[in-house]
Nanobody
Framework: QVQLVESGGGLVQAGGSLRLSCTASGSITYLSAMAWYRQARGKQRDLVARVTSSGSTTYADSLQGRFTISRDNAKKTVYLQMNSLKPEDTAAYYC???????????????WGQGTQVTVSS
């Protein structure tokens, strides 16, 4: 199995920055794409950013270049640097990892428990 531990959320004023981290552990045999999603209260969960195993990145159009996703394969960790935060960025942020584990043939998606980001105006 694969476990994900997220950290870095919190309360920040508009215009501030936060850096989220998500570390994968367990019986991982191959780590494919890593991504961040967010879900505001009463809304659906949406993709924020995604990074493939080769380092290619994808971002939600609405971010306008304020967020940067990166990964450290040796640490099995994905980061989300969030700058110029706005109140509308307030949400629970979830890490998702696509991986294979010992005994598994196919890739599977694993989710973190979520970390709350609150941006005050």
């Amino acid at each position: 199995q694969v476990q994900l531990v997220e950290s870095g959320g919190g309360l920040v004023q508009a215009g501030g920055s936060l850096r989220l981290s998500c570390t994968a552990s367990g019986s991982i045999t191959y780590l494919s794409a890593m991504a961040w999603y967010r879900q505001a209260r009463g809304k659906q969960r949406d993709l924020v950013a995604r990074v493939t195993s080769s380092g290619s990145t994808t971002y939600a159009d609405s971010l306008q270049g304020r967020f940067t996703i990166s990964r450290d394969n040796a640490k099995k960790t994905v980061y989300l640097q969030m700058n110029s935060l706005k109140p509308e960025d307030t949400a629970a942020y979830y890490c998702k990892v696509t991986a294979t584990s010992v005994g598994a043939i196919y890739l599977a998606d694993y989710w973190g428990q979520g970390t709350q980001v609150t941006v005050s105006s």
